[in-house]
């Protein structure tokens, strides 16, 4: 295989996503670049320059490198990025001080049209592989019934206005199996928090015991400051 590999690797040349460097058959990143990914995702962390009023946990620091990579990466679909990403997150445990116990990982839907588009939802791929990491459940409860413009193009008002009636839950879910519950809202890169935000609206008519949100990247606008004159 190893053979193998070398040569299609030099009839076939793969080029890094993120700095165009050469990489070896089939992978999306190169050495370096998985490196700078692997140091880059931590422990849970929370947010507090959100939009949201319940706990917000990101894997990634305020625009580090990974929100460049998932961001690149969203416009040239690749399961390969979730795979790097489940192998930091598996290989150190990185969810079983803050998120062990009986939680739900719940994605942040995408619309119908825009998945074929991409091919998958990768804040569902997210879910499954943080779920799965625990021995946790995993349920895609909530469906976007409205294709919205990307939330990173809209001002302020806009925001809201561009998600009304667009979130709703899942046609025929039992309501009661998250009754009591701790759920847990899942997204690659949350850019402004008015999707989780939106997201957590409809599940708190579950009634389950707690909601927060973990995202692996996030780029929440830091609060300007203000001049003085
Ligand atoms: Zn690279």
Same mark, same amino acid.
């Given at each position: 295989?190893?053979?193998?590999?070398?040569?299609?690797?030099?009839?076939?040349? /793969?080029?890094?996503?993120?700095?165009?460097?050469? =990489?070896?058959?089939?992978?999306?990143?190169?050495?370096?670049?998985?490196? #700078?990914?692997?140091?880059?995702?931590?422990?849970?962390?929370?947010?507090?320059?959100?939009?949201?009023?319940?706990?917000?946990?990101?894997?990634?620091?305020?625009?580090?490198? $990974?929100?460049?990579?998932?961001?690149?990466?969203?416009?040239?679909?690749? #399961?390969?990025?979730?795979?790097?990403?489940?192998? =930091?997150?598996?290989?150190?445990?990185?969810?079983?001080?803050? /998120?062990?116990?009986?939680?739900?990982?719940?994605?942040?839907?995408?619309?119908? %049209?825009?998945?074929?588009?991409?091919?998958?939802?990768?804040?569902?791929? /997210?879910?499954?592989?943080?779920?799965?990491?625990?021995?946790?459940?995993?349920?895609?409860?909530?469906?976007?019934?409205?294709?919205?413009?990307?939330?990173?193009?809209?001002?302020?008002?806009?925001?809201?206005?561009?998600?009304?009636?667009?979130?709703?839950?899942?046609?025929?879910?039992?309501? %009661?199996? /998250?009754?009591?519950?701790?759920?847990?809202?899942?997204?690659? $890169?949350?850019? =402004?928090?008015?999707?989780?935000?939106?997201?957590?609206?409809?599940?708190?008519?579950?009634?389950?015991?707690?909601?927060?949100?973990?995202?692996?990247?996030?780029?929440?606008?830091?609060?300007?400051?203000?001049?003085?004159?």
């Amino acid at each position: 295989m190893g053979i193998l590999s070398d040569l299609l690797s030099a009839l076939l040349p /793969f080029c890094c996503h993120v700095c165009s460097e050469p =990489t070896s058959f089939g992978e999306v990143l190169c050495g370096s670049c998985n490196d #700078r990914l692997c140091q880059a995702i931590n422990e849970p962390v929370p947010v507090n320059d959100t939009v949201c009023d319940f706990p917000v946990y990101t894997l990634s620091e305020y625009d580090s490198f $990974v929100a460049e990579v998932i961001r690149l990466i969203k416009y040239r679909p690749s #399961r390969k990025l979730a795979c790097y990403i489940e192998k =930091t997150v598996l290989s150190r445990n990185l969810l079983q001080n803050k /998120f062990a116990g009986d939680f739900i990982f719940i994605p942040v839907p995408m619309h119908p %049209s825009r998945e074929s588009q991409r091919g998958f939802n990768q804040a569902e791929i /997210f879910a499954e592989i943080f779920a799965r990491s625990l021995g946790s459940n995993f349920s895609p409860a909530l469906r976007r019934v409205l294709a919205t413009v990307p939330q990173a193009s809209c001002n302020e008002k806009q925001r809201l206005e561009n998600l009304k009636g667009a979130i709703d839950m899942q046609p025929g879910l039992q309501k %009661s199996c /998250f009754r009591g519950r701790n759920l847990v809202l899942v997204d690659d $890169v949350a850019t =402004t928090g008015t999707t989780l935000q939106k997201c957590h609206e409809q599940l708190q008519s579950l009634e389950p015991a707690s909601i927060k949100a973990l995202v692996v990247s996030h780029s929440f606008r830091k609060t300007p400051a203000v001049a003085k004159i």
